[in-house]
């Protein structure tokens, strides 16, 4: 078989795929290198500037009840209690994409890292510094990573997933699909979450209908 692979589209502060995130570590547990993942960020809420009110802050805990409910993935419902927050993930996203320059697992790894910093940890992947201490967790030299963070070339590659994920007609996250090149197409795996015993043999069956 060639170039089977998967195309994951997420985003750091998308409660549902943190939900998804131990999905994404079966995937990669059971399948490796034989399919791996291309990490594109979604931009859920890229470049909001208006600060977090009551009315969102009860939609968005309804949301982590829910996910909660379904994937027992734990969430530190402290946050709703934080004073004037802007719900920007495209900052975060940018820092997801400094990992994805080292390697698709490392950025693999690294939006795991935030979605746990927000969801379990209630620490503001909004503001560089924490970012910044993030990268620090995951080996990187913390200096390089804030100048890489502030420079125009990330910025403008986030801003390019953002449009690639509106231009593929994705609507919400998490959103997985699996094709072999451009030119052969891809299918849909999940629009949403599912857990991994609906998504695992899925994937068994597309690797078992490719061509050897």
């Not at 993935?73 to 940018?94: H, K, L, M």
């Not at 979605?115 to 503001?127: G, I, K, L």
């Not at 990187?140 to 100048?147: G, I, K, P, S, V």
Request: with cysteine.
């Amino acid at each position: 078989m060639t170039n089977a692979h998967l195309i994951y589209f997420a985003d750091p502060m998308c409660s549902w795929c943190w939900g998804f995130s131990p999905v994404i570590d079966s995937i990669r547990q059971e399948f490796g290198p034989s399919l791996p993942i291309r990490l594109i960020l979604g931009g859920l809420r890229p470049g909001t500037t208006e600060t977090l009110g009551e009315t969102s802050k009860r939609e968005i805990r309804e949301h982590w009840t829910h996910v909660h409910a379904a994937t027992s993935q734990p969430f530190d419902f402290g946050f709703f209690e934080r004073q004037n927050f802007i719900y920007d993930s495209e900052p975060v996203s940018r820092a997801v994409i400094i990992a994805r320059h080292r390697s698709i697992s490392g950025a693999l790894d690294f939006l795991k890292r935030t979605h746990a910093a927000f969801y379990a940890q209630n620490r503001d992947v909004t503001d560089e510094q924490v970012l910044a201490d993030l990268a620090m967790e995951a080996g990187f030299d913390r200096d390089e990573f804030l100048q890489e963070f502030r420079s125009e070339e990330i910025r403008k590659e986030t801003w390019q997933d953002f449009a690639i994920t509106q231009k593929a007609g994705v609507r919400g996250f998490p959103c997985l699909i699996a094709g072999t090149d451009e030119q052969a197409g891809y299918s849909l795996v999940t629009a949403g979450y599912q857990p991994a015993e609906r998504v695992l043999p899925i994937l068994r069956e597309f690797l078992l209908d490719m061509p050897m």
